[in-house]
């Protein structure tokens, strides 16, 4: 480490704000700027201009989300790029709103509007957006690529108080490839060099299962946020509206806005990882959607709905193919062994949705008690119950049994309880937050060891089954 | 203290505004509170230290400055040289105070001290010098003397921001020596206090209201205002030809064409924009050394410039004459059309032209068909022609468009002109005029004409409406590219200048010649009449509209195309109204016309026996209709070498080859049969028509007998007379029976005469053409008298030899009534003027006065116009008295309104811009030197006055704006605009409407300064004003960072 770039490093940890990026800019990487009086607390101003969002016109509910848009001047008169500060409101980056933006300052064959208005080519942009605020600001500088006709963004984000190894990856070895060039003729050069930070994405191995994690909650807030502002802007007219009445006749009556986008959101991102556990081969090769298995019929709903067009829900921006991109890459099976054997065993797919979830809405997994519960612990409590049933109520084959409650009654000198209908099993199994089926799984383990040992006269396999129930309310299981 | 020598000897005390932590700055500063006197030498002053020291300084005895130059002075030139840089440093070092420090806080101060001695300022000059010293006496001798010694100036940067490197002298004895090596120095140098109090007393000098706005006005003015240039002045010789407004218009063409590639001049008609037009062919060719290329239309070119070029600037050559050497040719338009060598030839002209003029520029206003050159037939229209013929790549010209109409009936007729020059580049006008999207801006300004407009929108067909131009002369890139001024401002700046505008000749007011159209049609009127009673009114023409009769599996038809053939129609409908108002024989040709397209399309399209039948029982029947051919049988396309102006009437809608070919239509797609039905209805219509107008004789003609009546009287005996028709056909028709009826001296000219028009021209109008009488006679030409001609003549042509005009067609469009207008009622020139009344002494009294007349039949002009209705559903108000359009009904007491409005619109109206010239203009007149006063004046020059009484209240501010500069690559200040703004303290919004603002700063000479404003309200304004500049205008250009700032000319406070 040089001391130069060790400066450096400490200077971006001082950048809280756009304008502190393009004073490192200026600074550090040689955007030139002759007039020294510019960098004077008082002119800053004069370095960029303000757009207005109604000359954008930006649509109405976009603009309460869109606190501030400005440009930074160009530098020289050849630059080809647009350069835009924007400030969103609240913690996210929600490209749907920076869409109505980006569709205003791009050039069109045919010109509409009143050529007043600069415009740029879409790859000439670059957006510097700011989320959050104070010690929470996240910077986000974008870039754009036309995809079949449709922008899609590239970005290096990264929060002032982000670990030290990754400010300083940017401060040394991304940030420093946006140095002014010294040959400005060169504008394919240029634009190549520029961009050139931004192709780690997509594509990007995913190296540990924390990342894998955060990559994964990250992607799955921006969707539950722009899921959740299609549902409002629908007005309860709309596939999202229809979908989610259908959840509340059919599944859970009182689901409202918040709990339904969440659902949804959690339930494609991690279909997501499922799918591409189960068919790595076959994984991202076709278009965004259809690599989500739809066998669960709350999915294909959604699919379907998605995928006939009719919602505004727009899976360009939401980062999904993103994600798509980096698993394709990614050796998700040795992370997910590597989590499963230090962490807990069992299943890796089903532990890491507490991982997931944890990075994801830690408040939400609170709520829901979608807490881990150690293994020992499970295995201890099922144990226990299996010793008394065999112990206290001399069922033979403990939590395997299949006695009848008439028969436990007789056997034991009680009366069926009322309300109980004496031929149903006497031991059963629920589970009401099932969760990742750790109890579910240690019961099944116990109930096969305690036949095993015991075997009775008749099959067990269907009486076992018929006995556990389990319920959860969280629907990515 | 740094000044006491607090360090032990040996310690080397730096100063370097950097890492010693001590600036310049702060060394002097300390050095005040302790110091009686200052020794300074330096490379360079700027009062900026001196204001950085303010509040301190003045406790000083004495500051003596003595400032140097890197290289030697001793010629009185090199001084005189260095003086002067010293000086516009000195002077460059206050404009940039003024950012912050506005008011100059503190020069006042130091003025007062060089006044009275106590600042003291030298220039040495014997050699070289780049000395720095600071030699600083105590007030007490126990601290004395001591001095710093290195690289800073005494400059505002060198005591704070370089990096420099001083070092403290404390000894004493080494102190002295430096004070013997300055005074040494300081007898030697030259005092240069007056010249350092003029510059800085220039500053804060307390302007009154009357310079600031005659500043602004200045300013405002700069681009128009190039000062005649030492060739102008003394060599050329078109320039004391022009009029002052022409001058003008030279300049701004200059300028304009040198800072966007081209430029348009669209004077009205008669205001000479010829000979603004050899006037930059004057300084081009022989002036520049530029190769110059001329296209013009036929006759212009031969009867105009030609003559005027061999006339005023004969050894100029390319013309014949006396010049042989010659970097200039002309072309007609036609020309690039034109097969043989001309493709090679105008491909030579590509690499090697420097500039081009195109007049009559509106023939380019369509772009027509591009097909690539290469392809095997060149069917490129002029238009891409030109365009290619201009290419930049291959060698930068710059281009001058000259036209009176600049807009036809869209705004894309300009934008067009314009793409030769931007070649097609949108984002051309981005830097330099802001406005990023060239087509855009001009789709939506066409966009808002229409939507204002409404019903109205079809007048625009006829010209421009006034509507229109008022949007136009608000458009940036307009007024950026074009110098246009009304006849109302030319003839108001000739009063101006000269006392009195004698050059225009007053129009008297029209007359109606009065005729009978049912005198003459008798019964055929109510059978014209009652044939537009129909729904489809004269005829159904349903091979022009097929679309109508579309029964095809396209469930969508292009609406259009569908758009464009009822247009089609509907012009057709018109022209056959207007050639039967116009003459029996114009009406008859086309009768003639269309009947035989009819029946080739009933040729081709009967296919069944029966409809077969049908047109063989229809030619038999009507044998002799379709037998006869009149026998001066006119084609109805024109030959491609011909000027085409008549057609350019219909070319805009009305493609030639759909006139031209029958194209077979496909019975699945068409109701074909039903479309044949229509031809027959229409054939037999025709065949009636026909069979009346073939018997209708010249006795019958009401209209012709009125007019040779008329060519008898007093008034036009002896005269020269100009009778205008807007069709050939009936040009021809009244010139055979004039002949006839013995009028005498007659020529009659169209679009297809086959003769030179330029001679007919300067037989007809020999004075305005470098002849004269005698000259014909003396050649053997027959002088005309009478000409007849259409429109062909009504464009950049003199012929001002007439003073009598007879529009011989109701007129339809004003532009074209204008324009022959213009023929005769244009600038004057006073040689000419003597020459002919010294030959014609008869006409010297009517000399100076136009007078004309309009055919009208009053009786069945409501009858006519109706009609006129009926198809265009457009209302056209004719005045029975003067036969000109009016807005209002066609009651008597309007007619006077008519009149009103006719000639309001034929002078134009003055713009706000071209009345504030003016005002400008009646200023510099009324106060010699006042020019030159104001081009001295610096930056930032402040004032305040008592606001005027139905003025606003507020600040009003005067910049100069950067912008792309193309020739630099880079923003300059020079290539900007100057824009005014007003903050209005009521309102709290900031006016940019010149207009407006004008009438809030109006101020003369008495006008009293008065400021009672606080600095810093006038700063926070200031600051709020270039706000608004940056996130607008600066915006809008993208300007860049390094770009030069607005640079505030000057302002004033409008107090209550």
Redesign the interface.
């Known amino acids: 480490m040089t001391e130069r770039s060790e400066a450096a490093l400490d200077r971006l940890r001082e950048v809280h704000s756009a304008d502190g990026l393009l004073r490192y800019f200026i600074d550090e990487l040689g955007w030139?700027?002759?007039?020294?009086a510019?960098l004077e607390e008082e002119h800053v101003?004069?370095?960029t201009?303000?757009?207005d969002l109604e000359e954008l016109g930006v649509p109405r509910h976009s603009k309460l989300r869109i606190e501030r848009i400005r440009?930074v001047?160009?530098?020289?008169?050849d630059?080809p790029w647009g350069i835009f500060f924007v400030d969103l409101a609240g913690p996210r980056l929600l490209i749907t709103h920076l869409r109505a933006v980006l569709q205003a300052l791009i050039?069109r064959r045919?010109?509409?509007?009143?050529?007043?208005?600069?415009?740029w080519d879409l790859d000439d942009l670059i957006f510097v957006v700011t989320t959050g605020a104070g010690d929470a600001v996240e910077l986000h500088l974008l870039i754009f690529f036309d995809v079949r006709g449709k922008a899609e963004f590239r970005c290096l984000s990264w929060r002032p108080a982000d670990s030290t190894l990754r400010l300083r990856r940017l401060a040394t070895e991304l940030l420093p490839q946006l140095a002014w060039p010294d040959d400005e003729e060169n504008v394919e050069g240029w634009k190549e060099t520029w961009r050139a930070p931004f192709t780690l994405r997509p594509g990007q191995v995913i190296g540990s299962a924390a990342r894998l994690a955060d990559r994964m909650a990250r992607t799955a807030q921006d969707l539950r946020d722009q899921i959740r502002e299609a549902l409002e802007s629908e007005h309860g007219q709309g596939p999202f509206s229809e979908l989610m009445s259908d959840i509340r006749k059919q599944l859970v009556a009182d689901v409202d806005n918040a709990r339904f986008s969440d659902m949804c959101a959690q339930t494609l991102v991690y279909g997501l990882l499922g799918s591409r556990v189960t068919d790595p081969d076959g994984f991202g090769a076709t278009p965004v959607l259809s690599v989500i298995p739809l066998s669960n019929p709350f999915l294909s709903d959604l699919f379907d709905r998605i995928h006939g067009g009719a919602s505004q829900l727009d899976l360009g921006g939401s980062g999904l193919d993103h994600l798509i991109a980096d698993l394709r890459v990614t050796n998700v099976e040795a992370i997910l062994d590597d989590f499963g054997s230090t962490a807990k065993g069992g299943d890796p797919v089903i532990h890491f949705y507490e991982e997931f979830l944890k990075q994801y809405d830690s408040k939400m997994r609170a709520d829901a008690g979608a807490f881990y519960t150690p293994e020992p612990v499970v295995e201890f409590m099922v144990r226990g119950v299996d010793e008394i049933l065999k112990t206290r109520f001399g069922l033979r084959t403990g939590i395997a049994d299949s006695a009848t409650w008439e028969e436990v009654a007789e056997r034991n000198g009680f009366e069926v309880p009322d309300g109980v209908n004496s031929d149903k099993p006497f031991v059963s199994m629920v589970d009401p937050a099932a969760g990742t089926g750790t109890f579910l799984v240690h019961w099944l383990r116990q109930a096969k060891k305690s036949f095993t040992e015991a075997p009775p006269p008749e099959g067990i396999g269907v009486s076992i089954l018929a006995k556990a129930f389990s319920h959860q309310c969280m629907p990515s299981n | 203290m740094a000044t006491t020598g607090r360090r032990s000897g040996g310690d080397l005390f730096i100063v370097d505004n950097s890492v010693s932590r001590w600036t310049g700055l702060d060394y002097l500063r300390e050095w005040t509170d302790l110091a009686r006197s200052f020794d300074v030498a330096t490379g360079f002053f700027e009062i900026g230290s001196l204001l950085a020291l303010d509040g301190k300084w003045q406790q000083l005895d004495k500051i003596r400055i003595l400032m140097g130059d890197q290289v030697s002075l001793k010629t009185k030139k090199a001084f005189g040289e260095a003086l002067r840089s010293r000086i516009g440093r000195l002077d460059a070092n206050l404009e940039d105070e003024k950012r912050t420090n506005p008011f100059l806080r503190g020069v006042d101060a130091v003025v007062e001290a060089i006044r009275s001695g106590k600042i003291e300022c030298r220039v040495y000059r014997k050699k070289k010098f780049h000395a720095k010293v600071y030699i600083t006496h105590a007030r007490f001798d126990v601290i004395g003397a001591q001095a710093l010694v290195g690289s800073s100036n005494f400059t505002k940067p060198g005591l704070t921001?370089n990096v420099e490197l001083n070092i403290q002298i404390q000894s004493g004895r080494e102190v002295a020596q430096l004070q013997n090596w300055f005074e040494t120095h300081w007898v030697e140098a030259e005092p240069v206090n007056d010249e350092v109090l003029r510059v800085a007393s220039r500053h804060i000098h307390a302007y009154t209201p009357f310079e600031v706005y005659a500043k602004a006005l200045h300013e405002y003015f700069r681009g128009h205002e190039l000062t005649a240039g030492e060739w102008d002045e003394h060599q050329s010789r078109m320039f004391p030809q022009l009029d002052r407004y022409q001058q003008e218009a030279y300049w701004s063409l200059m300028k304009i064409a040198r800072r966007y590639g081209g430029a348009f001049l669209c004077d009205g008609v008669g205001l000479g924009k010829t000979f603004v037009g050899l006037m930059l062919i004057e300084r081009l060719v022989l002036h520049e050394n530029k190769r110059v290329v001329v296209f013009a239309p036929k006759a212009a070119r031969e009867g105009v410039w030609e003559p005027h070029l061999r006339e005023w600037i004969p050894d100029l050559g390319g013309v014949g004459g006396k010049g042989d050497f010659s970097s200039l040719v002309l072309f007609n338009h036609t020309d690039l059309n034109r097969k043989g060598e001309f493709p090679e030839r105008f491909k030579n002209i590509a690499k090697r032209a420097d500039a081009v003029i195109v007049d009559e520029a509106h023939h380019f206003r369509n772009r027509g068909r591009q097909a690539k050159p290469e392809d095997e037939e060149d069917r490129r229209s002029r238009y891409w022609r030109l365009y290619d013929l201009l290419d930049g790549e291959i060698h930068p010209k710059l281009l001058f468009l000259l036209t009176a109409t600049p807009i036809n009936n869209r705004l894309a007729d300009f934008r067009h002109m314009a793409e030769l020059f931007t070649r097609g580049d949108?984002t051309y006008f981005?830097?330099t005029l802001?406005?990023?999207?060239?087509?855009?801006?001009?789709?939506?300004l066409e966009h808002q004409l229409r939507e204002s407009l409404g019903g109205e929108a079809a007048a625009l067909q006829d010209g421009l409406h006034e509507y229109a131009r008022e949007m136009l002369v608000a458009d940036r890139i307009f007024s950026a590219l074009v110098v246009q001024r009304s006849r109302a401002y030319a003839k108001a700046s000739q009063e101006q200048e000269r006392g009195e505008s004698a050059s225009f000749p007053k129009r008297k007011n029209p007359r109606v010649a009065e005729y009978s159209i049912r005198k003459s049609y008798g019964e055929a009127l109510t059978m014209f009449q009652r044939a537009f009673e129909r729904k489809n009114p004269l005829f159904t023409l349903a091979i022009y509209y097929p679309l109508a009769y579309y029964v095809g599996p396209d469930q969508e038809i292009n609406p259009l195309e569908e758009n464009r053939q009822k247009q089609v129609v509907g012009l057709i409908r018109i022209l056959f109204l207007k050639r039967f108002e116009s003459s029996v024989r114009a009406f008859e040709r086309s009768l003639d016309r269309l009947m035989r397209k009819l029946l080739a399309f009933a040729e081709i399209h009967s296919e069944s026996p029966a409809e077969r039948y049908r047109y063989q029982r229809w030619l038999s029947t009507n044998t002799d209709v379709v037998a006869y051919r009149p026998s001066e049988q006119m084609e109805w396309s024109f030959d491609g070498d011909e000027e085409s102006d008549d057609a350019d009437l219909e070319e805009d809608v009305i493609p030639q080859e759909m006139l031209e070919n029958v194209t077979e239509l496909p019975r699945d797609e068409y109701d074909v049969a039903a479309i044949l039905d229509e031809v027959f209805r229409d054939l037999d219509q025709i065949a009636r028509f026909l069979a009346f107008a073939r018997q209708f004789g010249p006795d019958q003609d009401d209209k012709l007998k009125k007019l040779i009546r008329l060519l008898r009287t007093k008034e036009m005996v002896g005269r020269k007379v100009l009778v205008f028709t807007e069709f050939a056909d009936t040009a021809r028709y009244i010139s055979a029976h004039l002949t006839k009826a013995g009028i005498g001296g007659l020529a009659q000219l169209d679009s297809s005469s086959k003769v030179d028009r330029a001679e007919i021209i300067r037989r007809f109008s020999p004075y305005y053409n470098g002849s004269s009488s005698a000259d014909l006679a003396r050649e053997g030409q027959k002088e005309i008298r009478v000409l007849i001609s259409t429109d062909v003549l009504s464009e950049g042509l003199n012929l001002q030899d007439a003073t009598r005009l007879i529009n011989y067609d109701i007129h339809w469009n004003p532009v074209r009534l204008m324009q022959r207008i213009g023929r005769v009622d244009r600038r004057m020139n006073p040689t000419v003027e003597a020459r002919l009344v010294a030959d014609h002494p008869n006409v010297s009294s009517e000399r100076g006065k136009v007078a004309y007349w309009n055919f009208l039949p009053p009786n069945e002009l409501n009858a006519i116009l109706s009609l006129y209705k009926k198809v265009t559903r457009k209302t056209l108000l004719i005045s029975k008295t003067f036969g000109i359009e009016g807005r209002k009904l066609l009651t008597p007491d309007d007619d006077y309104d008519a009149l009103r409005e006719f000639n309001a619109s034929y002078e134009g109206k003055k713009t706000r811009a071209e009345e504030l010239h003016l005002e400008y203009q009646k200023l510099l007149n009324q106060h010699p030197g006042l020019a030159n006063r104001l081009e001295m004046m610096p930056g930032s020059v402040f004032s305040g006055r008592r606001r005027l009484s139905k003025g606003a209240r507020g600040v009003f501010f005067c910049f100069d704006l950067p912008a792309?500069d193309k020739e630099r690559?880079?923003?300059t200040l020079e290539a900007g605009p100057t824009r005014w703004y007003l903050y209005d303290l009521d309102r709290e919004q900031i006016i940019e409407s010149v207009g407006r603002i004008v009438d809030s700063i109006r101020s003369n000479p008495r006008t009293p300064r008065r400021c009672i404003t606080e600095e810093r309200t006038l700063k926070g304004i200031r600051q709020k004003v270039l706000?608004h500049i940056?996130?607008t205008y600066?915006?809008?250009v993208?300007?860049?960072?390094?770009a030069p700032k607005p640079k505030l000319m000057c302002w004033m406070e409008l107090n209550a």
């Open positions: 030139p700027v002759e007039d020294e510019y101003e004069d370095l201009f303000d757009w440009q001047r160009p530098f020289t008169i630059q050039s045919r010109a509409a509007g009143t050529g007043d208005r600069r415009a | 921001q949108d981005a830097r802001g406005v990023n999207h060239f087509t855009g801006r001009f789709n939506r792309l690559d880079d923003f706000r940056h996130n600066l915006k809008q993208q300007a860049p960072i390094n």
